[in-house]
């Protein structure tokens, strides 16, 4: 059984920073990509950011530049969100891919501006 447990998301003042930690437990396989999606309300859940094996990243063009992604080891990945916007408020869930998909619960980041 995999599970993915987030931490890191809080309030914040636009132009701050939050850093989003998500670490996989259980037995993994296969690993394909672990990253971050959000969803605001009355939004679908969408891609913010993802790295994949051998570590090549891919960014939402709307977090580009702000936002950065990093593996530092097989089952944790990390979000640094900088220069943060009131747009980027969402429930933010980490995702890891591997033969299946899993989802971890979910932590909120509030921007107020």
């Known amino acids: 059984q995999v599970q993915l447990v987030e931490s890191g998301g809080g309030l914040v003042q636009a132009g701050g920073s939050l850093r989003l930690s998500c670490v996989a437990s259980?037995?993994?396989?296969?690993?394909?990509?672990m990253g971050w999606y959000r969803q605001s309300p009355g939004k679908q859940r969408e891609l913010v950011a993802q790295i994949t094996t051998p570590g090549s990243a891919i960014y939402a063009d709307s977090v580009k530049g702000r936002f950065t992604i990093s593996r530092d080891n097989k089952n944790t990945v990390h979000l640094q969100m900088n220069s943060l916007k009131p747009e980027d408020t969402a429930v933010y869930y980490c995702?890891?891919?591997?033969?299946?998909?899993?989802w971890g619960q979910g932590t909120q980041v509030t921007v107020s501006s």
């Open positions: 995702r890891l891919e591997t033969s299946r998909g899993y």
């Open positions: 259980g037995s993994i396989f296969r690993f394909v990509a």
